[in-house]
């Protein structure tokens, strides 16, 4: 019986052992048939949690590198870069002693912090005390730190001479720059475009207005690449080229813009005006040849920016004055109510009870309406409106093209504005009084004058080109927008303006140039208070202008300058200030345009000991010199160039009158200029750097008195 049941226990067991075996086997074969399952699935479908495998690998070894387009680069009217890109360098230092690659220390080394402190200071804008303060913080888990905005934007040849030290720690970060080699060069109309998330873009002028054409399209790089990065051999590369923005081609002769811009600083130094306008346009084509404003900034370095966002040309409108009357005469004769020969009593005139003053109240008698042009007569322009009635004057106003936009494109343009209910307004707008203008609008109206008859739209641009593909996208000829006066007209206008320089009765004198026949009409406008409700008051509260044209008899260039409140005329008048910059300039154009050359102009040197300051600086302007004079006093008492040499066009000569002397704006100054004036004061200056003068240690307009030495740095 016990055997019996030990077989039967036995029996069980090795049944048990072959259905566990069994079971064993089911499971193994489901697990295995599971994973054959899943391996042909993923095999066939190559996707595991919704997710594709095939991707997921292609993208485990792909790599994607993009290229940047570059941006559209603006040009001058001799194809000469005056906006382009560059790249420019952030410095940082790492401090931290936990970074280490590859057994290599990556940190400044307290040993190097005195040497990396003089080579950065050396270099940068910061001072010595300053980087060793930021290399030695109290924090001392800092892991790296920067310079602030010394150690921003800089060029790759401060950062080459940096690398030059080969100082472990310093280290550098590209980013994508615009770079403006000018500086200060025609600021507000050039723009300027800034790196926003890596991206360049044009926030004003032409940088902003052809924004989307100048930013280009960045291009990309596909291909396979082992653990390493390295591309695998036989690999296929994918590319898509970047396609560069398109390159914008402008009218500014380069070499008159940059006299301009120095003749410009060089008056607001002097005559210290609040506000400043000028641009020489073509007189055929409408081109604008040069053009800036003060207050400006220096486009590459953004000194001054702050003072000065608006585009003054175009954004501020402005009661023109007297050389409003160029457009009054120039109705009357077309519509046939100037009579040559017809008289008026000047001096004042009432116009329902409302009296119209001429700027010299006694009058000069019973005078010629072409008398009262050259003697910029108010009544004389009153009686012109009264004549030709407020609809016909008004309707002139608009075909001169007043009143609305010239579309330039820039940002922000104004249409200007007039007050015309009544009559006595009516008749102050024919000598530029209740109607506000544009420096553009005037410059546009002016061209019917010097075109015979017709009127041309001012323009900055003369093409856009693919730079991809080399065709031209855009081309900017000459545009007519209107047929305002008849060209016998525009001839006896051309006539009068003439008179107004050279006639004894004219007010127009100091505009004279020496070879060349010039024709102007000049202003003095009154400003709007700040409630709109009447006009300041002050000899100097006044908008001085002048438009001028030449050769006179068949015009070329069209100047038009503006300068607002200035505070001193320092010895002579509005004319002689205004003809600090046009003389000089218009000379140069002329002569360019004539086949000389402006910068081989020689001017021999007199001496001016002794003689009348005023006198001498504009003979000498007019010579097209840059004439520095020091001292309160209208005597000259030395002069930086000896008697019997010669100065070319364009160089500077320094007088030194009596009174009291204050130190001058040096900025834009050569280093030959600043020995020069330490010779004639007797003051060491202490030059660094190279280039031209960007900062000095004595502000413009302090006391010299006592001044032993000054410090001047170059860039």
Not at 316 to 334: C, H, Q
């Amino acid at each position: 019986m016990i055997k019996k049941n030990g077989r039967e226990t036995k029996k069980r067991r090795q049944q048990n052992r072959k259905r566990f075996g069994r079971w064993i086997f089911f499971s193994v074969a489901i697990i295995f048939a599971m994973f054959i399952g899943r391996f042909f699935y993923i095999a066939v479908f190559q996707s595991v949690d919704h997710v594709n495998l095939k991707k997921s690998v292609a993208k485990l070894y792909a790599s994607k590198t993009e290229i940047k387009a570059q941006r559209g680069t603006i040009y001058d009217a001799d194809n000469q870069p005056i906006a382009e890109d560059t790249s420019t360098y952030t410095i940082y230092i790492v401090l931290s002693k936990t970074a280490v690659a590859f057994g290599k220390r990556e940190y400044l080394a307290d040993k190097d912090k005195d040497k990396a402190a003089k080579v950065l200071s050396k270099n940068l804008s910061i001072s010595y005390d300053q980087v060793k303060k930021v290399l030695n913080p109290e924090n001392q888990d800092t892991y790296q730190v920067e310079l602030g905005t010394a150690g921003k934007n800089i060029s790759l040849e401060t950062k080459n001479k940096i690398e030059a030290a080969n100082i472990k720690g310093i280290n550098f970060t590209e980013s994508q720059a615009r770079l403006y080699p000018n500086g200060t060069f025609a600021s507000q109309l050039i723009g300027i475009a800034e790196n926003n998330n890596g991206k360049m873009v044009g926030v004003m002028g032409l940088e902003s207005q052809y924004n989307k054409l100048l930013t280009g399209v960045n291009g990309v790089k596909k291909f396979e690449k082992d653990i390493k990065g390295t591309p695998i051999p036989g690999s296929k590369i994918k590319s898509r080229k970047a396609k560069n923005g398109d390159n914008v081609y402008t009218t500014l002769d380069s070499r008159l813009q940059t006299y301009l811009e120095t003749l410009m600083s060089q008056a607001q130094s002097t005559y210290h005006v609040k506000e400043m306008n000028a641009v020489l346009m073509n007189a055929k084509t409408g081109a604008i040849v040069a053009a800036t404003q003060r207050p400006t900034f220096n486009a590459q370095t953004k000194v001054g920016l702050s003072d000065m966002w608006r585009n003054t040309l175009v954004e501020d409108s402005f009661e023109p004055g007297s050389t409003m009357k160029i457009l009054t005469m120039a109705a009357a004769i077309n519509s046939g109510n100037y009579n040559a020969n017809a008289t008026y009593k000047s001096g004042t005139y009432k116009i329902n009870g409302q009296t119209v003053s001429d700027w010299y109240p006694s009058g000069w008698g019973d005078i010629t309406y072409r008398d009262a042009f050259i003697r910029s007569s108010n009544v004389g322009m009153a009686h012109l409106e009264q004549t030709m009635g407020a609809k016909k004057w008004l309707n002139y106003i608009k075909r001169f093209g007043l009143l609305k936009s010239t579309n330039s494109g820039l940002s922000n343009e104004v249409k200007g504005s007039i007050e015309y209910k009544y009559p006595i307004e009516q008749a102050n707008t024919a000598y530029g009084q209740g109607i506000t203008v544009t420096v553009f609008q005037m410059l546009q109206a002016f061209s019917a004058v010097t075109n015979n008859g017709k009127m041309v739209k001012p323009q900055l641009v003369r093409k856009i080109v693919n730079p991809n593909n080399g065709k031209t996208v855009y081309k900017f000829n000459k545009k007519v927008v209107g047929h305002p006066i008849k060209s016998s007209t525009a001839k006896k206008v051309l006539s009068m303006m003439q008179d107004v320089v050279y006639n004894q009765n004219g007010t127009g004198s100091a505009f004279k140039i020496d070879g060349y026949r010039i024709g102007v009409k000049t202003g003095t406008a009154q400003i709007s208070n700040s409630t709109g409700t009447g006009y300041l008051k002050g000899e100097m509260n006044y908008i001085f202008s002048v438009a001028g044209v030449a050769p006179a008899n068949n015009p070329k260039y069209i100047l038009y300058i503006t300068m607002k409140q200035p505070t001193t005329f320092a010895g002579g008048t509005s004319g002689q200030m205004l003809a600090s910059v046009f003389n000089p300039l218009l000379k140069r154009a002329l002569d360019e345009n004539s086949g000389q050359t402006a910068s081989n102009t020689q001017v021999a040197i007199k001496n001016y000991v002794g003689k009348n300051a005023t006198s001498v600086k504009t003979k000498l302007r007019n010579n097209g010199l840059l004439v520095t004079a020091i001292g309160s006093g209208n005597k000259i008492m030395a002069q930086s160039e000896t008697t019997g040499s010669t100065s070319l066009s364009g160089e500077r000569i320094i007088l030194i009158t009596n009174g009291e002397k204050v130190m001058p704006d040096l900025t834009g100054w050569s280093r030959g200029d600043v020995v020069k004036l330490g010779k004639l004061l007797g003051i060491t200056f202490n030059i660094e750097g190279s280039g031209y003068v960007s900062e000095q240690s004595l502000a413009a307009n302090k006391s010299l008195d006592g001044i032993t030495d000054i410090t001047v740095k170059l860039k």
